[in-house]
């Protein structure tokens, strides 16, 4: 399996967990849109807090130029360290979340 084949497997696998969380306050439902056509990987929470309607992104991943960008991670310990523990080197994943200034200084990979 080529790389980037492989990082997309990562990231599905990753992401697929937070697919299934239940949330106990609240009626919400979490779902995976996952695009490989243009390497966007999306955690969508949708439902309803009484009359309110919530619609929110949890996770959002996507691969540019053969880097993997954490567009937005609203999880409470963050994506990343399980993107790195499943295989996807330092170098080759972007903070996307951060303004461009800020990225030399993570340890990650800046564009």
């Given at each position: ?19 299934e969380i239940d949330y106990a306050n609240v009626n919400v ?73 800020v990225r030399p200084h993570t340890g990650f990979a800046i564009?």
């Amino acid at each position: 399996m080529d790389r980037l084949n492989a990082y997309r497997q990562i990231i599905r696998n990753t992401l697929k967990p937070y697919a299934e969380i239940d949330y106990a306050n609240v009626n919400v439902k979490n779902r995976a849109a996952f695009d490989p056509e243009t390497d966007q990987y999306i955690i969508l929470s949708e439902g309803w807090d009484q009359q309110q309607h919530l619609h929110s992104v949890l996770l959002h991943i996507e691969i540019i130029n053969g880097k993997v960008w954490v567009q937005y991670d609203g999880t409470e310990d963050g994506v990343t360290d399980e993107l790195l523990q499943a295989g996807i080197p330092k170098e080759d994943i972007v903070l996307g979340f951060h303004e461009p200034e800020v990225r030399p200084h993570t340890g990650f990979a800046i564009a």
